[in-house]
């Protein structure tokens, strides 16, 4: 059972470079959801999608784009990184009044 | 709004003895979730145990128990039997259940536990 899978798992960027992590999930969930995690602090969310083609911000939302490309599928775009972007990124997803599951996570430095 | 405390930034405990990770919250919500998520030190975030705020009895998990006082606001997280695996940090989390989901979960700071053989 592969649950939520990210990619990279890794990624080093210079400041004003673009790029966008994926997350796909095999659970058949609903909601999926992308989190920050800075150093000594919990996780903090970016964006959530509640089905395909519907979004909403979270509490982190500037810098960043999302798209929800079917059930499956929910990736996040930074259009131009600042090193304030540097973090560990985890995507999950849940079912109603269920447990979120989490990614393994991408680390994220931009120097 | 939700909001979770972890007052433990750091323990350690003895290899075989038993752990209490505190958790308060606090929200208007009527009915809530509690998790306790493990982090170890390859960074993934696994999910542990979860309780509903209207479950009656407390949720075990193996080793693990959620010690849930609804009036003292506080979901704490039991470790029976501690082993050098459980060193890990450890978060609590909470959301708000809906007929709908999609609801974020609001997390503490987290608890770094460390096991001493």
């Known amino acids: 059972n592969a649950g939520v899978t990210q990619t990279p798992k890794f990624q080093v960027l210079k400041t004003g470079q673009s790029m966008t992590l994926q997350c796909a999930q095999d659970?058949?969930?609903?909601?999926m959801y992308w989190y920050r995690q800075d150093p000594g602090m919990g996780l903090r969310l970016i964006y959530y999608?509640?089905?395909?083609?519907?979004?909403d911000k979270g509490e982190v939302p500037n810098g960043y784009n999302v798209s929800r490309l079917n059930k499956r599928e929910f990736s996040l775009r930074l259009e131009s990184a600042a090193p304030s972007q540097t973090s560990v990124y985890f995507c999950?997803?849940?079912?109603?009044?269920?447990?979120?599951?989490f990614g393994d996570g991408t680390r994220l430095s931009i120097l | 709004a939700q909001k979770i405390t972890q007052t433990q930034p750091g323990m350690f405990v003895q290899e075989k003895e038993a752990v209490t990770l505190d958790c308060t919250y606090d929200?208007?919500?009527?009915?809530?979730?509690l998790f306790w998520y493990k982090q170890p030190s390859s960074g993934e975030m696994i999910f542990l145990i979860y309780?509903?705020?209207?479950?009656?009895q407390n949720a075990t998990e193996g080793r693990y128990s959620l010690n849930f006082q609804k009036a003292r606001k506080s979901a704490n997280l039991v470790i029976s039997a501690s082993q050098l695996g459980d060193s890990a940090m450890y978060f609590c989390?909470?959301?708000?259940?809906?007929?709908?989901?999609?609801?974020?979960?609001?997390f503490g700071t987290g608890t770094r536990l460390t096991i001493i053989p």
């Open positions: 999950a997803s849940d079912r109603p009044n269920q447990p979120q599951h």
């Open positions: 659970m058949n969930h609903n909601s």
């Open positions: 999608s509640a089905s395909e083609g519907t979004t």
């Open positions: 929200t208007s919500d009527q009915s809530y979730g």
């Open positions: 309780q509903g705020s209207y479950d009656e």
């Open positions: 989390a909470m959301k708000k259940w809906t007929n709908f989901g999609n609801e974020k979960l609001t």
